[in-house]
């Protein structure tokens, strides 16, 4: 593989992780990546960066990023959005990744890229169904904004900077891993 290849698949992996966040703000980043010529999509995949794709991202976006403002409805739009999350990561890479077989890319993008961000997106989920148990729901706006911020952040470093962004990633996944390890059941409290 080669040094751009291999760009490639982190800048996929970033946006896949970002995903597990918030599923159309980093389709909305790339979108807007391909659209500006800050990077080339896969030649079936540049209607991402299309006008018409731009302005349903858009829409999604500020949908989604509401919709997580409402008590309730955000834990439900939690249980609809892990497996869109897994989809959307999984296409974050195909869409990115250059310069190798299509067999290896879709083995990539649906082992790092689904399993990316249906991890984070299931970390975040249980974290905020623990918000909503424990705090009547008040505290998840402050999850929510957390989780925009770190979206959108990690998928602009994504797409600018995919090495920096890649690093994030796997401290991201680190974390995640410890937070399943803390309520995993049968785990004896220490």
Request: glycine letters at 10%; proline letters at 4%.
């Amino acid at each position: 593989m080669d040094t751009g290849t291999i760009v490639s698949i982190f800048l996929g992996v970033g946006l896949a992780a970002s995903v597990g966040f918030r599923v159309f703000l980093p389709l909305l980043v790339l979108g807007m990546a391909s659209h500006f010529g800050l990077w080339e999509l896969n030649e079936s995949w540049q209607w991402i960066g299309s006008i018409p794709a731009l302005t349903i991202w858009g829409v999604a976006v500020i949908a989604e990023i509401f919709a997580y403002y409402i008590p309730w409805v955000d834990n439900l739009l939690d249980s609809i959005a892990l497996p869109l999350a897994g989809i959307a990561g999984t296409l974050a890479v195909v869409s990115t990744a250059a310069g190798m077989d299509p067999a290896m890319t879709w083995t990539i993008a649906l082992i790092a890229g689904g399993g990316t961000a249906a991890a984070i997106k299931g970390a975040s989920s249980a974290t905020r169904l623990t918000s909503s148990v424990t705090t009547a729901g008040f505290g998840n706006p402050i999850l929510s904004t957390i989780e925009t911020i770190i979206s959108a952040v990690l998928s602009v470093l994504s797409v600018l900077l995919p090495v920096i962004a890649i690093i994030l990633v796997i401290i991201i996944l680190f974390m995640v891993l410890r937070f399943y390890n803390r309520i995993r059941p049968g785990r004896k409290a220490k």
